[in-house]
């Protein structure tokens, strides 16, 4: 009698699959352990002092060994931001599947806004570690270093998006995009700076909506109001609302799916050229 053949695991099974859970698996491990380096170094932060604190004790702390520690960390003043790699990336996803209608500097606020999450996920140690940076010189200078890759992430994209026949004339722009994105960061670092010295209390979302109105109404004119919407070879603009001037009448054309706020704004601008 004939022997049903043997099929391996390993060919019966998609590739892609297992790979790609072994993936979020590794990065959930990752991230966990740095999660756990963060608090053995915060604890004898607190305890001991920055200074007297060495990466010996905080890898034996955390129970693993040092070259573990430096696998994860390159410093021990490293080791009390564990999350901003992987915010910076989500903060940087946000960017990259904005709708075409939204006004780029709205999706900055949005991807600032994963910065305030991580903060939010776990408010007493965010305090604490507010606490550490406002007393060590070297956190503070870690945590400066991290926020400046915030702004020249929102800097690039802010530039990608102005609306030239609004900055046709000299080479503004950069300076712009750059000014507006030190804004947007600076505007959520105020508000969460408050909401830690608070304790981690309020209503930080309202806040950060009220502060990011501010930003919006200062320096929303020159940024393209929508993205380039494209169709084979030719691009067209991809705005929230067309407005055109019949005597003395404006007639403005919008998507259904456009927002309100963005279409008012458009109507808005088209006035005030009107006066």
Known sequence: MSQPAKTSPRA??????PESAAGTRAAAQRLKMR??????????????????????????????????FFRHFRSKEEAIFPDHDDTLTRAEAVLDVAPAHEHPLDTVCRGIKEVMKMYAASP???????????????????????????????????LAHFDETEHHDGNDDP????????AVVTAHNHV??????????????????????????TFGSGIGAGRTATTGSAATPAAPAAVRAEGEVLVAVA?????????MRTIEEALKKRR
């Open 12 to 17: 019966s099974a998609p590739s892609d699959v």
């Open 35 to 68: 999660r756990e380096l963060a608090a053995a170094a915060m604890e004898l932060f607190a305890t001991k002092g920055y200074e007297a604190t060495t990466v010996d004790e905080i890898a034996a702390t955390a129970g693993v060994a040092r070259r573990t």
């Open 124 to 158: 007493a140690v965010s305090v604490e570690r507010y606490r550490l940076t406002r007393e060590v010189p070297a956190l503070r200078e870690r945590e400066i270093a991290s926020v400046a890759r915030y702004e020249r992430l929102f800097t690039r994209y802010l």
């Open 175 to 182: 300076l712009l995009a750059e000014v507006a994105a030190s």
């Open 192 to 217: 969460l700076r408050r909401w830690l010295r608070a304790g981690g209390q309020g209503d930080v979302e309202a806040q950060l909506d009220h502060a990011f109105s501010i930003v919006r109404k």
């Open 255 to 263: 998507r259904t799916d456009a927002p309100l706020d963005e279409v």
